[in-house]
Structures are given as structure tokens and as C-alpha cells.
């Protein structure tokens, strides 16, 4: 059964850290793009990063957003892949998913190109 697992969300204060993780099941995690996106309250969801079938890394964000701040990473062995977030900032509080993109295509900011996708994990950065 395809399914994806996020987890590692929770209360962090600004500055903090948090690595979330995604495990994936019914497919390996090295033959599907696949990226995080977060929902902040009464806003749309958005692309954060994305790992390619190659490896590639993509970060979404801006010099004001999560660019420098956010590392994806995979590990193949254990179907997994993380989400490294550094310096957390009351901005970054939202819903964070992980999702597989559709076919074997790759990276994409757009979370309709986008088929399965996990319950998600509350992040919150509050003193």
C-alpha cells in the first residue's frame, strides 16, 4: 500500500531547529521527485524543497524565506526522506507535507503536479 508518513513537527522557539522526516511505503523513495510543502493559517500551500530522482535538490524559497535555511536530503535505504530546518522563524509556522510528484517526472513547485501525499505535521515557531 502507497503511502507517505511525515513526522518530527512540533513547538520550537525562533532560532530553534527541527528535522522532519518522511517515510514513504509502496514505492522506493529513489524513483519518485519528491518534494515538502507547508500551509501557513488562511494561506495557500507552498512549495519548500524537492529531491529529484537523481538527487538533485531544489529549494523554493527565496533570500527571505527558507533559501539557506531548509536542507532536503533522502536515504534511500530507509525510504526516507528529511526535511533539516535551521534557524526557524515564527514565518515558517504551518502544516508541513510531503508529497510524490506524478509519474517520474521532476521537481516542481506546483502541488497539483503532485499525486499521493501524507497527513502532514504541525510546525509551530512561538517564544
Known amino acids: 500500500q502507497l503511502q507517505l508518513v511525515e513526522s518530527g513537527g512540533g513547538l520550537v522557539q525562533p532560532g530553534g531547529s527541527l528535522r522532519l522526516s518522511c517515510v514513504v511505503s509502496?514505492?522506493?523513495?529513489?524513483?519518485?521527485?519528491i518534494g515538502w510543502f507547508r500551509q501557513a493559517p488562511g494561506k495557500e500551500r507552498e512549495g519548500v524543497s524537492c529531491?529529484?530522482?537523481?538527487?538533485?535538490?531544489?529549494?523554493?524559497g527565496d533570500s527571505d524565506s527558507t533559501k539557506g535555511r531548509f536542507t532536503i536530503t533522502r536515504d534511500n535505504a530507509e525510504n526516507t526522506v528529511y526535511l533539516q530546518m535551521d534557524s526557524l522563524k515564527p514565518e515558517d509556522t504551518g502544516v508541513y507535507s510531503c508529497a510524490r510528484r506524478r509519474a517520474h517526472y521532476g521537481c516542481s513547485s506546483n502541488s497539483r503536479l503532485y499525486a499521493d501525499w501524507g497527513q502532514g505535521t504541525q510546525v509551530t515557531v512561538s517564544s
Open positions: 529531491i529529484s530522482i537523481s538527487g538533485t535538490k531544489t529549494d523554493y
Open positions: 509502496g514505492f522506493s523513495v529513489g524513483s519518485y521527485a
